[in-house]
T-cell receptor, first 113, second 113 residues
Framework: QKEVEQDPGPLSVPEGAIVSLNCTYSNSAFQYFMWYRQYSRKGPELLMYTYSSGNKEDGRFTAQVDKSSKYISLFIRDSQPSDSATYLCAMNSEEGNFNKFYFGSGTKLNVKP | DAGVIQSPRHEVTEMGQEVTLRCKPISGHNSLFWYRQTMMRGLELLIYFNNNVPIDDSGMPEDRFSAKMPNASFSTLKIQPSEPRDSAVYFC???????????FGDGTRLSIL
């Protein structure tokens, strides 16, 4: 079983829709959670960084962590065509290899005008 | 503010040739990571350095791969001899401190014919 599971999509939505992107994980020790956005032919770009449980909001983006279910989400409100990209989740724990992040395989999002 | 700089952006070479990929991390960052990204396997961590010292190279696929970090502002990933299955996008990332998010370069797109 992979440490982090993410549906590869593609997910296609109309402009203005609310988008929900999700990851599940198996290691209950994960405490640090990140979302990256990757445009075609570019490197992943950090969007959100959260520690432990709860919600974090930044503009149209909200990151949510549910540690009891080992489930994290990224919500995008009022989605725009410029949000079309691949979204990767990443996570880490306090234990062991402290700088090794575990990445999901990415969900490809297409926002249609 | 300069981000992580990778060169070359594209490399096409024949099987058996030596390939050298280069990376300049963000100034002040003390951790550097090399990743490989393919459609099949997603983002894979190859090796990471902390304060110029290799910490974890368990992701390096074979002895044909080697990485060095002679100083805080430069790292190389070398493949010798190269094989067609090494074709992928190679990313370098850097971070500062424990558990901090990684910042990625735009990658080197490598094609081995």
């Amino acid at each position: 079983q992979k440490e982090v599971e993410q549906d590869p999509g593609p997910l296609s939505v109309p402009e203005g829709a609310i988008v929900s992107l999700n990851c599940t994980y198996s290691n209950s020790a994960f405490q640090y959670f990140m979302w990256y956005r990757q445009y075609s032919r570019k490197g992943p770009e950090l969007l959100m960084y959260t520690y432990s449980s709860g919600n974090k909001e930044d503009g149209r983006f909200t990151a949510q962590v549910d540690k009891s279910s080992k489930y994290i989400s990224l919500f995008i409100r009022d989605s725009q065509p410029s949000d079309s990209a691949t979204y990767l989740c990443a996570m880490n724990s306090e234990e062991g290899n402290f700088n090794k992040f575990y990445f999901g395989s990415g969900t490809k999002l297409n926002v249609k005008p | 503010d300069a981000g992580v700089i990778q060169s070359p952006r594209h490399e096409v070479t024949e099987m058996g040739q030596e390939v050298t990929l280069r990376c300049k991390p963000i100034s002040g960052h003390n951790s550097l990571f090399w990743y490989r990204q393919t459609m099949m396997r997603g983002l894979e961590l190859l090796i990471y350095f902390n304060n110029n010292v290799p910490i974890d190279d368990s992701g390096m696929p074979e002895d044909r791969f080697s990485a060095k970090m002679p100083n805080a502002s430069f790292s190389t990933l070398k493949i010798q001899p190269s094989e067609p299955r090494d074709s992928a996008v190679y990313f370098c990332a850097s971070s500062f401190g424990r558990k901090q998010p990684q910042h990625f370069g735009d990658g080197t797109r490598l094609s081995i014919l």
